[in-house]
């Protein structure tokens, strides 16, 4: 079965790190990229960023340089998300996604996690 | 960035009527648009690419249009399992964005 499971739900406190972990699975790791969205409660979506797991490189919103790292571990078919320095506008749903249809052009999300909730609060 | 504008920001319309939901670029992005359906508590579900093709077991009350900055997305007779939030999204450019979403309910 092709799905993407996400780790569970995080409570931090401002100032933490928080990392969360996407497992794919039915589909080959290294052929798409893997990205990251955040959704904050009652509000839309919005696009964190990419890791290419081929070759580990990123693409990043500008609004998170600096405080996010997207990383991949092909041996094990797991891409990561880290966001560093927590505040509570972070508080949000975050979905690991892949963009696996060539013809939708630069990545349209075909394939979606289940999401990870992180609050932070103190 | 493509800023992407969503109208309206909500509807409501009774069972077997027909729902349209409209997606404004900031600039052209030919057909490079998406389409998401999201029901309270889940992931999205992709609906449609390059602002027309249907995904694969999408139901065909579901289709879009449009090219350059302006797109529709239409329900021709809306059902119970249609109640959501829509957004659009532009697959034209980094950084990807997407509309702010409308929540179709039933009247």
């Known amino acids: 079965e092709v799905q993407m499971v996400q780790s569970g739900a995080e409570v931090k406190k401002p100032g933490a790190t928080v990392k969360i972990s996407c497992r794919v699975s039915?589909?080959?790791?290294?052929?798409?990229?893997l990205h990251w969205v955040q959704q904050v409660p009652g509000k839309g979506l919005e696009w964190m960023g990419l890791?290419?797991?081929?070759?580990?490189?990123?693409k990043y919103a500008e609004k998170l340089q600096g405080r996010v790292t997207m990383t991949a571990d092909t041996s094990m078919g797991i891409g990561y998300m880290e966001l560093r320095s927590l505040r509570p506008e972070d508080t949000a749903v975050y979905y690991c996604?892949?963009?696996?249809?060539?013809?939708?052009?630069?990545?349209?999300?075909?394939?979606w996690g289940q999401g990870t909730m992180v609050i932070v609060s103190s | 960035d493509i800023q992407m504008t969503q109208s309206p920001s909500s509807v409501s319309a009774s069972v077997g009527d027909r729902v349209t939901i409209t997606c404004r670029a900031s600039?052209?992005?030919?057909?490079?648009l998406a389409w998401y359906q999201q029901k309270p508590g889940k992931a999205p579900h992709f609906l449609i690419y390059?602002?027309?093709t249907l995904q694969s077991g999408v139901p065909s009350r579901i289709s879009g249009s449009g090219s350059g900055t302006d797109f529709t997305l239409t329900i021709s007779s809306l059902q119970p399992e249609d109640v959501a939030t829509y957004y659009c999204?532009?697959?034209?450019?980094?950084?990807?964005?997407f509309g702010g979403g409308t929540k179709v309910e039933i009247k």
């Open positions: 039915g589909y080959t790791f290294i052929y798409y990229n």
């Open positions: 999204q532009q697959a034209y450019s980094f950084p990807l964005t």
């Open positions: 600039q052209d992005i030919s057909n490079w």
């Open positions: 996604a892949t963009a696996r249809i060539a013809a939708a052009g630069v990545s349209a999300f075909d394939l």
């Open positions: 390059s602002a027309s």
């Open positions: 890791v290419d797991p081929e070759d580990g490189e990123t």
